[in-house]
């Protein structure tokens, strides 16, 4: 039996108008948002830090969100894009970092223009951003460390999530993609989509777009394609689901005293050997 392969998220790209992503923090995860049709997977600092029980705010280490993001990868026929955050330092760390997660497969990253340590976009407060020349040049670095033509580098900025207008956005973004950066990302905490449309009347299209409709999930995908929009990441409604589920899974079992309301609620254990590829592992042990 052989790993699985999978094709590069450029070239999921190049086949694709519009490439809908999923948020995940596991391997179990990403299996469901394939199975669900999805392109590729987000592995989210959310998501992971959150698995962790902790802030998504730097604390764990570029060390472990590769681990993470790489065993994603592991278990997929689709490309992981990984959530680097900052970059994990300065300029020497994401030229590490590039070279640490193209290692393990993984063939497309961003990082985004706040300081490290940064804190998660949906936290109340300032958000600082780091200067648009020097991120910039971050990305550069990043570009000139991979080796091969097929990392894909996501520049994210925050200029939305910091307060800042959408023109510094546009400006911020025409900087990172004239630094290399193959595709910008820009990301809002507006409650509406009003303020990406608008990003996106200004933004001339040198490289493509990438949105995160979080906090205005009514955008139909056919409309997003149609503002211009080349790939959407559902970033974190699998992490959200999964404490609701749990949450009510946990509580019925032990406040009914045994599991029978949820049974009918809860996937077999059948659908969870179906998900280990169970009978092909077997096939190794005749
Ligand atoms: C993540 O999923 O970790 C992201 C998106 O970066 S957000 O949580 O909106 O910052
Ligand atoms: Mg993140």
């Given at each position: 039996m052989q790993r699985l392969s999978y094709p590069s998220f450029r070239s999921v790209l190049a086949e694709n108008e519009i490439v809908r992503v999923a948020g995940a923090n596991h391997a179990l995860g990403g299996l469901l948002a394939e199975e669900a049709g999805f392109q590729a997977v987000w592995s989210?600092?959310?998501?992971?830090?959150?698995?962790?029980?902790?802030?998504?705010?730097s604390i764990l280490s570029m060390t472990e969100y590769l681990e993470a993001a790489a065993n994603i990868q592991k278990a997929l026929r689709i490309p992981v894009v990984a959530d680097c955050d900052t970059g994990y330092g300065g300029k020497l760390n994401i030229a590490h970092m590039v070279h640490e997660f193209e290692a393990a497969g993984i063939t497309a990253i961003c990082v985004e223009d706040k300081l490290f340590p940064k804190m998660n976009s949906f936290v109340a407060g300032a958000q600082t951003l780091l200067g648009e020349q020097e991120f910039a040049a971050r990305i550069a670095v990043a570009k000139q460390a991979q080796s091969t033509g097929e990392m894909y580098v996501i520049a994210r900025t925050e200029a939305l999530i910091s307060g800042l207008t959408v023109d510094v956005a546009l400006e911020r973004c025409r900087i990172?993609?004239?630094?290399?950066?193959?595709?910008?990302?820009?990301?809002?905490?507006?409650?509406?989509?009003?303020?990406?449309?608008?990003?996106?009347?200004?933004?001339?299209?040198?490289?493509?777009?990438?949105?995160?409709?979080?906090?205005?999930?009514?955008?139909?995908?056919?409309?997003?394609?149609?503002?211009?929009?080349?790939?959407?990441?559902?970033?974190?409604?699998?992490?959200?689901?999964?404490?609701?589920?749990?949450?009510?899974?946990?509580?019925?079992?032990?406040?009914?005293?045994?599991?029978?309301?949820?049974?009918?609620?809860?996937?077999?254990?059948?659908?969870?050997?179906?998900?280990q590829s169970l009978e092909t592992w077997q096939k190794l042990d005749v």
């Open positions: 989210s600092s959310l998501e992971v830090s959150a698995s962790r029980g902790l802030p998504d705010a990172y993609a004239d630094s290399g950066a193959d595709a910008v990302l820009v990301h809002s905490k507006a409650k509406s989509r009003e303020q990406i449309a608008s990003f996106l009347q200004g933004w001339d299209f040198r490289v493509p777009v990438v949105i995160v409709p979080t906090t205005y999930p009514d955008w139909h995908i056919d409309e997003i394609k149609q503002a211009g929009v080349s790939v959407v990441i559902y970033a974190n409604q699998g992490l959200r689901a999964t404490v609701r589920a749990l949450r009510d899974t946990y509580r019925s079992v032990y406040e009914n005293g045994d599991s029978m309301a949820v049974e009918d609620s809860i996937a077999s254990v059948q659908d969870v050997f179906r998900l």
